[in-house]
């Protein structure tokens, strides 16, 4: 279970890292360029840098080109082409990843492999639902809210989910996330204690104070503890106030 949570919550530092600093004589790759780059992509998250830099260009004229994708039985690959559609404002990528998300089907690409070297299908549509709630923070759009709060508590996506409100950054998410504060996994204490000091939420200081005492820690990256988690944020909100 540790390692697949581990695995899981490295997600969004693979995406920060792929995002490196452009050299600023390079020239920027053109429309059919990227497109190539998408096409021919066999990582993911590669996949999803390049979906990035084809809605930076703001080139409405590519969409034709991914609405195939829409119904891939890789729900990878569909939500990456999704995040361009939404990122380009088309209706219709916010509305598949969302579907994504909820979608529990057994029809569909099978990567993840049991403990026994069994395609798991369960497994993967976990994470593909994960990767769905990733996808909605990356977007950045509030309507998400709603969507993923009720998931702080779906254990299939729980983990992914106060980090994908952080990026939101709207703060109607910010009670819901106080509440997480006493959410039976330490791990989940943390993460939602991470997210309240990206949104800056001073009035989660009262909450956060009672923690102090709270020497669970989580089960991934450096093992921190709830109490040092709420330490740090109390001192950053604090001084933000």
Not at 35 to 42: E, H, K, V
Not at 76 to 104: E, K, T, Y
Request: charge should be negative; include cysteine; aromatic fraction near 6%.
């Amino acid at each position: 279970m540790i390692r697949a949570v581990a695995a899981r919550l490295v997600v969004p530092l693979l995406l920060a890292s792929a995002s490196a600093v452009p050299d600023q004589g390079a020239q920027h790759p053109s429309a059919a360029e990227l497109l190539d780059q998408f096409q021919t992509s066999t990582v993911f998250w590669k996949q999803f840098e390049v979906a990035k830099a084809i809605v930076a260009a703001r080139d409405t004229k590519v969409l034709p080109q991914f609405e195939s994708l829409l119904t891939h039985e890789d729900r990878h690959l569909r939500g990456n082409a999704a995040f361009i559609l939404a990122g380009l404002a088309d209706p219709r990528g916010f509305d598949v990843i969302v579907a994504i998300l909820a979608d529990r089907s057994e029809r569909r690409a099978v990567y993840e492999i049991s403990s026994v070297g069994r395609p798991w299908v369960q497994g993967q549509i976990r994470e593909d639902r994960y990767y769905a709630a990733h996808l909605l923070g990356d977007l950045k759009d509030p309507r998400a809210i709603p969507i993923l709060v009720p998931l702080l508590k779906d254990p299939d996506v729980n983990y992914i989910v106060p980090w994908s409100l952080a990026q939101i950054g709207d703060r109607s998410a910010i009670q819901p996330l106080i509440g997480t504060l006493s959410d039976r996994d330490p791990s989940m204490r943390v993460l939602a204690i991470h997210a309240l000091e990206d949104l800056k939420a001073s009035e989660a200081l009262p909450k956060l104070r009672e923690l102090l005492t709270d020497n669970e820690r989580c089960n991934f990256d450096k093992l921190e503890s709830v109490a040092h988690a709420a330490q740090s944020a109390i001192a950053r909100l604090s001084s933000e106030k």
